[in-house]
């Protein structure tokens, strides 16, 4: 069994920033892609950054500038550094691994839990 957990939601202003963690555990051999995704109240969960094994990363547009998705030396962990944040990021914030192989030979995709991060005065 594999779990993704995150941690660093909360409250914060506008301007201010926010680091999100997500580790993975379980019986993993490897992981391909981790990416964190928002759903804001209402709409679907959209891709915000993701990062492959090999270090190559995207950004949606609107945060391209301001947030920064890095992996651990472990590679089983994943961060996402948010700064000048908007009230529009408010949003949960998911945790994805991709191509999970566990040491069964298992290949699976994960999600993490959820963390809230809300931007406002």
């Known amino acids: 069994q594999v779990q993704l957990v995150e941690s660093g939601g909360g409250l914060v202003q506008p301007g201010g920033s926010l680091r999100l963690s997500c580790a993975a555990s379980?019986?993993?051999?490897?992981?391909?892609?981790m990416a964190w995704y928002q759903q804001a109240p209402g709409k679907q969960r959209e891709l915000v950054a993701a990062?492959?094994?090999?270090?190559?990363?995207y950004y949606e547009d609107s945060v391209k500038g301001r947030f920064t998705i890095s992996r651990g030396n472990a590679k089983n962990t994943v961060y996402l550094q948010m700064r000048s944040l908007k009230p529009e990021d408010t949003a949960v914030y998911f945790c994805?691994?991709?191509?999970?192989?566990?040491?069964?030979?298992?290949?699976?995709?994960?999600w993490g839990q959820g963390t809230l991060v809300t931007v406002s005065s």
């Open positions: 994805n691994a991709e191509e999970v192989v566990t040491f069964r030979g298992a290949h699976l995709d994960a």
């Open positions: 990062i492959t094994a090999g270090g190559s990363t």
């Open positions: 379980g019986s993993i051999s490897s992981i391909g892609t």
